[in-house]
């Protein structure tokens, strides 16, 4: 190649590098985020803010003192009732969580959205390293 070719593939490629990232920093200014905040998204942040994940697991992944709550919604004698009942009052081993019912709603929306992605049972799922799991 000569010394032209390689200057204007240069040119090409950094424009392409600079309009590239100026899409990337200016989209969420420019694109209506209202959908960013959903119920469902809400609920993970009270599912972190309240450290659930210290004790429980989704999709076999988290603490062990607690249940895999992957489909806690849908499984036989439990559901929605439930986990509302364990969040107001506790038990021997889970304490009583004071949120509010906006806090509540949002919490069972994200258990509903992770309930309804499949059926997860945590001996189904081997660990890998870097926190992964891998179906047995």
């Known amino acids: 190649m000569n010394q032209k070719t390689v200057i204007i593939i240069f040119i090409v490629l950094s424009f392409a590098f600079v309009s590239n990232s100026i899409n990337i920093y200016l989209k ?7 959908n960013l905040h ?5 609920g993970r942040l009270v599912w972190q803010r309240n450290n659930c994940q210290t004790c ?5 992944l988290g603490g ?3 249940p895999d ?6 499984s ?10 364990l969040l107001r009052t506790g038990n021997a081993t889970m304490p009583a969580y004071h949120l509010r019912e906006e806090e509540e709603a949002q919490l069972i929306a994200f258990l ?4 309804r992605t499949g059926k997860s049972s945590p001996l189904e799922f081997e660990p890998l390293p870097f926190g992964q ?3 047995k």
């Open 38 to 42: 959903t119920k469902e998204s809400e």
């Open 64 to 66: 062990y003192l607690g």
């Open 28 to 34: 969420p200014f420019i694109e209506n985020n209202s």
């Open 69 to 74: 709550l992957t489909n806690v919604i849908s």
């Open 56 to 60: 429980h697991q989704l999709y076999g």
């Open 112 to 115: 509903i959205s992770v309930d």
């Open 76 to 85: 036989p004698g439990k559901g929605v009732n439930y986990v509302i009942g």
């Open 133 to 135: 799991i891998k179906q």
